[in-house]
């Protein structure tokens, strides 16, 4: 009986699975959670500072606080990556590009399990943090 | 037993699907202890010396470097090795003799390293910042499950240290 409970439930995990594969999962390639312009909001901070150099660093040294290894980093790109594993997966990849000539944007984007962080609050904290690592204010975009 | 296994494999799947961001995952920086045990301070070494004896002492742990970016004096490296832990695998087999219930034991990990060279604030050109982070994926007998973590004990980190203290002053002197 109980044997026959066991076969039922993973019949059941299995059609539930197989509803999920296929082509439909192919839509996630160009998905994204929030609207891109909201997104980009909370994800984006101006520094008024021209060096990108400086700011890849400050970025650096702010995910290596947070905990993270980082992965890859490019200064003449201008992109971080990073992991943090601790009991989870925890990927964020920070650009910094030159705006004016008098500030850098800063992106940030992290990717929590198999999920993108939408919520702003970490985002925030990480901004949060390198503006104290950069002694520079991080100032909202639009 | 299937009761027992069905009921995991429940928990697994309400886990799985409950993704939620831990607090700390994002919100609190390390703490000024755990920022201590992960930094030394090195003086009067030009930073790509001490970037390139970061990289010889990981070489000489066993890692293969994986990313560099000598600009932003970084260093990514990792190695895969064994995850044997006698006590654990004498846990199991008292486990299965008792109860029945197999429990999956480590078998391989993934350490992963990044080295980070920064210049410490002050007068001298030469005085930097070395920060090591390290963290593994271990996995189990029961293929498929893994486990990840930040790797804190301080025993770890000092022991990277004293290595490249060691070489560093090797380089410096010139052996």
Redo the contacts between chains.
Sequence with gaps: M??L??KA?LLA?ALAAGGCAGTASQKEVLATDKSQVEQRAFQTRAFDTSDK?QT??AV???L????????????VLGA?SA????????RMTVTVRPRGATQVLVRAN?Q????A?T?P???Q??FT?LERSMFLKAHEVD | MNTVRAGILLLVVVAAGCVQLPEDALLTPASLEQRQIETRRFEGIPEADLLSACAAVLQDLGYGVDSTDSRLGLITASKERGALDAGQIAGAVVLVLLTGVTMPTDKSQTIRASVVVYPAPGKSRNDHFVRLSLQRIVRTSNAGVTRSEWLRDPVLYQGFFEKLSQSVFLEAHKI
Excluded: C, H, W
Excluded at chain 1, 64 to 75: E, T
Excluded at chain 1, 83 to 90: I, N, R
């Design positions: 109980k044997a409970t066991m439930t995990a150099e890849l660093r650096i040294q702010t290596q606080d947070f905990g993270f290894i980082i992965d890859r980093a490019d200064a971080v992991t943090k594993l601790d009991g989870y997966s925890l992290a929590y399990q198999i999920k962080v919520d609050k970490p985002y904290n990480f943090a």
